[in-house]
């Protein structure tokens, strides 16, 4: 057991924290014997993959678990202990002393009151002599602080009528509503955007500089651990395995469990002296790489040209995608990056016949989709591969993944009985799970394993297309290395191309040959990796570089600062 830090200047603290949950009449520890300390005014990160404990130890920390969990040992804020502490005591800590930010703020915000209702009913909640136009002027104060634009509107909206970045904004605004000492921020910008995380990020750097609070920020994502966190508490199966500097656990990571989840990070270039030379001049980037241009248009996996999405909604068009040319050699990984809403989801989706083509032509294998028949169509579908970015949802929860992986061979192929369960173990077997799962259901797997069905699935029929939305963006680093991994492993098997989606560039570095980048329904730059990574020549792409953290503290202290002083100048 790791001791806590006892200094006088602590304001959280956990002593030998241990918490289990009955589950079919048996209790299972879920965290074991814990103890470290958040200081006063620090912002300390807790680390680790998913079921290490750490969300759990940050809700033991106001009584927020479960009926069936099972808590002991001792939580001290300040002085006063919370664990023993009665339901009406805790009401009071809640929000006025400590208060939290979930990691989906979209279903933590009540849908049915607008964001205002919600941030006055706070304030009155903890300050019971305020007037409602006093805790009004507090909320537009509040909005206006965690910078979203035109307070007094926004305070009439509903949480779906804000993008991601403005719940998160939102809820900070919340959390921060009663001035309180302590911050938990629960994966914050998990899924996020870079840039919509780089302005979570610096709201909460420009909170602490103008407030006293302290924060304690639970993440898997180190490159936000280099960004923002002044110590670090690395945790693994219920137990705290390593407590130091960011500095000094990025440079000499003590416990092999760290030095495996930093080297699980993906690395990537910069278009700076950050990472070295760039090594020669770049590719062009006004269109695909040689390796696409000199491929035969006709028999390319996938052409697009000036196609057009649009949606209709309350009398009006919302054009999703505005003129894109894009095309895809055998065998080759295109990466298409881009913010939320700038259509690079809507070109997957047009592709797999889920989103309108209003204009232009997507062609695979050489047959448009416009204009292709009811069986010619069946056919096409039975080239393409689609992996999305929540397996959960994709899975049907009610067919196990044997079912689930089978049924593209019983519909495509009408593959039955012993040699459909066949080509279904081996297909768990090619993702690295047991052949014996098949009769396992969606909800007893991780996600990672899950989205390892999801790509068995997708390659039942070994198509010559996978579209690949977001495969990685929720899951842990040390997974989404694995999962990466097998990705690439069955490329080179099966030799498909692939239409790789990502808001993560280190991620599309890592796997692709080739990058497009969109913004606003266009793709405004393409060219190979290297090019876009170390030389991009748009000024939208050098945003997205700019925004995405690296996992070095050095680095990101020093592209901070740049950033105040550009932001004071």
């Given at each position: 057991?790791?001791?806590?830090?006892?200094?006088?200047?602590?304001?959280?603290?956990?002593?030998?924290?241990?918490?289990?949950?009955?589950?079919?009449?048996?209790?299972?520890?879920?965290?074991?014997?814990?103890?470290?300390?958040?200081?006063?005014?620090?912002?300390?990160?807790?680390?680790?993959?998913?079921?290490?404990?750490?969300?759990?130890?940050?809700?033991?920390?106001?009584?927020?678990?479960?009926?069936?969990?099972?808590?002991?040992?001792?939580?001290?804020?300040?002085?006063?202990?919370?664990?023993?502490?009665?339901?009406?005591?805790?009401?009071?800590?809640?929000?006025?002393?400590?208060?939290?930010?979930?990691?989906?703020?979209?279903?933590?915000?009540?849908?049915?009151?607008?964001?205002?209702?919600?941030?006055?009913?706070?304030?009155?909640?903890?300050?019971p002599g305020t007037s409602r136009g006093q805790a009004r002027e507090r909320a537009v104060e509040l909005l206006r602080m965690v910078e979203i634009g035109d307070p007094e509107q926004r305070l009439r909206h509903y949480p779906h009528q804000l993008s991601g970045g403005q719940c998160q904004r939102a809820m900070i605004a919340m959390a921060l509503s009663c001035e309180p000492e302590v911050l938990i921020a629960d994966e914050p910008t998990t899924a996020l955007d870079v840039t919509?995380?780089?302005?979570?990020?610096?709201?909460?750097?420009?909170?602490?500089?103008?407030?006293?609070?302290?924060?304690?920020?639970?993440?898997?994502?180190?490159?936000?651990?280099?960004?923002?966190?002044?110590?670090?508490?690395?945790?693994?199966?219920?137990?705290?395995?390593?407590?130091?500097?960011?500095?000094?656990?990025?440079?000499?990571?003590?416990?092999?469990?760290?030095?495996?989840?930093?080297?699980?990070?993906?690395?990537?270039?910069?278009?700076?002296?950050?990472?070295?030379?760039?090594?020669?001049?770049?590719?062009?980037?006004?269109?695909?790489?040689?390796?696409?241009?000199?491929?035969?248009?006709?028999?390319?996996?996938?052409?697009?040209?000036?196609?057009?999405?649009?949606?209709?909604?309350?009398?009006?068009?919302?054009?999703?995608?505005?003129?894109?040319?894009?095309?895809?050699?055998?065998?080759?990984?295109?990466?298409?990056?881009?913010?939320?809403?700038?259509?690079?989801?809507?070109?997957?989706?047009?592709?797999?016949?889920?989103?309108?083509?209003?204009?232009?032509?997507?062609?695979?294998?050489?047959?448009?989709?416009?204009?292709?028949?009811?069986?010619?169509?069946?056919?096409?579908?039975?080239?393409?591969?689609?992996?999305?970015?929540?397996?959960?949802?994709?899975?049907?929860?009610?067919?196990?993944?044997?079912?689930?992986?089978?049924?593209?061979?019983?519909?495509?192929?009408?593959?039955?009985?012993?040699?459909?369960?066949?080509?279904v173990r081996a297909l768990l077997e090619s993702v690295e799970l047991p052949g014996g799962w098949d009769g396992r259901y969606p909800h007893e797997l991780s996600g990672g394993q899950r989205q390892r069905v999801s790509i068995a699935r997708a390659i039942a029929l070994e198509p010559e297309l996978l579209i690949a939305d977001e495969p990685t963006s929720a899951l842990d680093?040390?997974?989404?290395?694995?999962?990466?991994?097998?990705?690439?492993?069955?490329?080179?098997?099966?030799?498909?191309?692939?239409?790789?989606?990502?808001?993560?560039?280190?991620?599309?570095?890592?796997?692709?040959?080739?990058?497009?980048?969109?913004?606003?329904?266009?793709?405004?730059?393409?060219?190979?990796?290297?090019?876009?990574?170390?030389?991009?020549?748009?000024?939208?792409?050098?945003?997205?570089?700019?925004?995405?953290?690296?996992?070095?503290?050095?680095?990101?202290?020093?592209?901070?600062?740049?950033?105040?002083?550009?932001?004071?100048?």
């Open positions: 057991m790791i001791a806590p830090a006892r200094t006088g200047g602590d304001v959280l603290r956990f002593e030998d924290l241990a918490v289990d949950f009955l589950v079919g009449g048996n209790w299972q520890r879920a965290v074991d014997g814990v103890s470290f300390a958040l200081r006063r005014g620090e912002v300390l990160a807790v680390v680790g993959e998913s079921g290490s404990g750490k969300s759990v130890t940050s809700l033991a920390t106001i009584g927020l678990l479960p009926a069936n969990a099972r808590v002991s040992g001792r939580v001290f804020l300040d002085d006063q202990e919370l664990l023993t502490a009665g339901r009406t005591r805790l009401a009071g800590i809640r929000g006025k002393r400590i208060a939290m930010i979930f990691q989906d703020p979209v279903n933590a915000l009540d849908p049915v009151f607008t964001i205002g209702s919600q941030l006055i009913e706070m304030i009155r909640r903890h300050q919509v995380q780089q302005e979570v990020l610096d709201v909460l750097m420009a909170l602490r500089r103008r407030t006293p609070v302290s924060i304690m920020i639970i993440t898997h994502d180190m490159g936000v651990v280099a960004d923002v966190a002044e110590r670090v508490v690395v945790m693994r199966q219920g137990t705290v395995v390593e407590v130091a500097e960011t500095r000094d656990l990025f440079a000499r990571p003590e416990h092999d469990y760290t030095r495996t989840l930093l080297a699980a990070v993906p690395g990537r270039t910069r278009p700076d002296s950050d990472h070295g030379d760039p090594g020669g001049e770049p590719k062009p980037q006004t269109g695909p790489d040689d390796r696409a241009a000199a491929t035969d248009q006709d028999r390319d996996p996938l052409m697009i040209k000036e196609l057009v999405v649009e949606y209709r909604g309350r009398g009006r068009r919302i054009r999703a995608v505005a003129g894109v040319d894009l095309r895809l050699a055998p065998g080759e990984i295109c990466g298409l990056v881009g913010e939320s809403g700038s259509g690079k989801s809507t070109i997957g989706r047009s592709v797999l016949g889920m989103a309108p083509i209003s204009g232009g032509e997507v062609r695979v294998g050489g047959v448009s989709l416009a204009t292709a028949g009811r069986a010619e169509l069946r056919a096409i579908r039975s080239r393409i591969g689609a992996v999305h970015q929540n397996p959960a949802g994709s899975l049907n929860p009610r067919y196990t993944i044997g079912q689930s992986i089978g049924e593209p061979l019983l519909v495509h192929r009408g593959v039955r009985g012993a040699e459909l369960a066949g080509r680093v040390s997974v989404q290395a694995r999962v990466l991994e097998l990705l690439v492993a069955l490329q080179r098997q099966f030799a498909f191309a692939c239409l790789f989606i990502s808001h993560d560039l280190a991620v599309v570095e890592q796997v692709c040959d080739r990058i497009a980048v969109m913004h606003d329904g266009l793709i405004v730059e393409q060219g190979s990796c290297e090019s876009i990574l170390r030389s991009p020549r748009d000024a939208y792409t050098r945003r997205l570089l700019e925004a995405a953290p690296v996992p070095d503290p050095v680095v990101q202290r020093r592209r901070r600062e740049q950033r105040l002083e550009a932001t004071a100048s």
